[in-house]
């Protein structure tokens, strides 16, 4: 069991580095028509669907800061429940 929690929680860290990476692409402004940038966009958002639309009555007029909020709070969340988890499989 406890392999199987960590290996849950390393896929969590991951989710998280996928959200950040997309959040830096998408603060520098990179090129959305590039493959591998477009692929980060996709997953980024589909890792957080749940969170996208929790600031979308918030009167937010910065892109940045609404990306930031939309992007950030998914990849702390998946960030804490990774590290909760690996802590968790590497006491048993």
């Known amino acids: 069991m406890s392999g199987l ?4 929680g390393l896929a969590l860290y991951i989710g998280a580095l996928i959200l950040v990476i997309w ?4 603060l520098f402004d990179a090129n959305t028509g590039n ?3 477009n692929w980060f966009r996709e997953a980024a958002d589909w890792l957080a669907t749940w969170s996208s639309h929790l600031f979308h009555g918030a ?3 910065n892109n940045k800061l609404r990306a930031l909020l939309v992007f ?3 990849a702390l969340v998946y960030g804490a429940v990774g590290n909760a ?8």
């Open 5 to 8: 929690l960590r290996l849950i």
């Open 23 to 26: 959040f830096l692409l998408y």
């Open 35 to 37: 493959s591998v940038v």
């Open 59 to 61: 009167d937010i007029h």
């Open 72 to 74: 950030g709070l998914p």
């Open 85 to 92: 988890l690996g802590r968790t499989g590497s006491r048993e």
